[in-house]
């Protein structure tokens, strides 16, 4: 008599107490009032204000996302966070990396940090990322109309390596080749980046940390985090998608100003993309749909199911065993509590727990490989015209063209010093430009 396949928690309570790759979601803490947000967005805003207003935009189209188990919680509820925690370790989440709002000292979204940093009971790895942009109304197409800045005074480098240290000091804290490990969101906005991760090495040093493992989020071009005196550098998905939209293919209700693109392909175009320096975390996203905060202006995945997520996770930890035998690797994935970019492993009324035991079943490859499907939808026309192909050979070619080029640029030193200049230059009118409009 055949077997039944054991369910989640059999899996969970066979799991070896510490695998490789350690497996880390993205977490954000915008789930409870704040006044900032009370006076930018009206009394009481939270994600889910953005969540529940969402609507279809075409036939066949997942939205809303609502939570399940969950509810729509409140994150300054201890027991909310304690049920996360544990249902994450059940399905093979090894830690969080939550994002982290720090504005020239100014904290923001920080209490359900600290009352987890409190909290011995709350018994879950996690790391930082800092969060380093600007908040603007870009949900309301008004971006360039800043709510709070990231000004970058010069004692900012000292003042937040500060506010890090007691967090680096909790045996809680994530580290990665024995030092304590930190994402800086946008690397390329800090005023010197050399510097300032100089500054924040000693004074670490300073306090008896003695390493510390400096990751770069590769968003906005920025692949060469070396460069900016990084030790690694983490996928950011969907920046920089690298593959041809779909939005031809699909039939509106209302004219469509964002881009809807091909689970598959998306995933691929991550999978098999290189890099100038080889320490690149990768990552992994289950789905994503920002409609509900952008509405029309949205990134749309078309195809992402558990069965491709699973593909996408299980190939992400395959590679990263293969590119580091030697080391604990780590595969991000983005992200736990995304609710309002239509991405998280929280149970929805649509997939319940499918998304988590995915999860598990790639942590834990029970199975053989999987190829990723295209399931059939109405909302993908089947015609075909030949000016449409042609264009969307030429966007295919267009991104892989541009990142061969750059590859080349950062291979040749004469034209690598150049971009270095020129970044240095952008970064200059960027700050200039800040301190004017102050």
């Not at 969402?54 to 509820?77: C, I, W």
């Not at 939005?247 to 991550?270: C, L, Q, R, V, W």
């Not at 030949?386 to 541009?402: G, N, W, Y």
Request: with cysteine; glycine share 4%.
């Amino acid at each position: 008599m055949e077997r039944a396949a054991p369910d989640a928690t059999e899996l969970a309570l066979n799991a070896p107490p510490l695998t490789n790759p350690r497996l880390i979601a993205f977490f954000l803490p915008q789930f409870h009032p704040i006044p900032e947000n009370d006076r930018w967005w009206g009394k009481g805003f939270t994600e889910w204000s953005n969540v529940t207003k969402a609507q279809p935009l075409f036939k066949g189209h997942y939205q809303p996302h609502l939570p399940a188990d969950l509810g729509f919680y409140d994150l300054r509820l201890r027991e909310i966070r304690h049920e996360q925690i544990q249902l994450a370790r059940q399905y093979g989440i090894d830690g969080f990396c939550y994002h982290y709002y720090w504005f020239s000292g100014k904290r923001l979204l920080n209490k359900p940090i600290d009352d987890m940093y409190a909290d011995a009971e709350a018994d879950m790895p996690y790391c930082f990322c800092w969060a380093n942009e600007n908040w603007t109304r870009r949900w309301d197409g008004a971006e360039h109309e800043v709510l709070i800045s990231q000004s970058y005074h010069p004692d900012d480098a000292l003042n937040f390596i500060k506010d890090m240290v007691k967090y680096f000091q909790d045996p809680r804290y994530i580290k990665l080749d024995g030092g304590p490990i930190l994402i800086v969101y946008r690397p390329q906005h800090l005023r010197d980046p050399q510097r300032t991760t100089r500054i924040w090495r000693e004074y670490c040093a300073s306090v008896g940390i003695e390493k510390i493992h400096l990751c770069a989020a590769l968003v906005c071009e920025n692949d060469d985090y070396a460069s900016n005196g990084f030790d690694s550098g983490v996928q950011f998905p969907p920046h920089a998608p690298r593959i041809p939209a779909l939005n031809t293919s699909i039939h509106f209700y209302e004219p469509f100003k964002g881009f809807a693109m091909d689970y598959i392909d998306f995933a691929h175009s991550y999978l098999t993309r290189s890099y100038p320096s080889r320490d690149v975390h990768l990552t992994v996203v289950p789905s994503w749909d920002n409609t509900a905060r952008v509405r029309d202006r949205a990134f749309i995945l078309i195809h992402s199911s558990p069965h491709n997520y699973r593909s996408w996770l299980a190939s992400a930890i395959r590679k990263t065993r293969e590119d580091f035998p030697d080391r604990q690797g780590i595969v991000f994935i983005t992200a736990w509590t995304e609710w309002a970019e239509g991405c998280h492993l929280e149970p929805d009324r649509k997939y319940g727990h499918q998304f988590l035991e995915a999860t598990l079943q790639a942590k834990l490859h029970r199975d053989k490989p999987l190829k990723m499907r295209a399931e059939r939808e109405s909302t993908v026309s089947k015609e075909r015209f030949f000016l449409e192909d042609l264009q969307s050979v030429f966007e295919a070619h267009k991104p892989i063209m541009r990142s061969r080029i750059r590859t080349n640029i950062l291979r040749t030193p004469v034209l690598r010093d150049l971009r270095k200049v020129i970044h240095k230059f952008r970064a200059a009118r960027d700050f200039l430009r800040l301190k004017l409009d102050h």
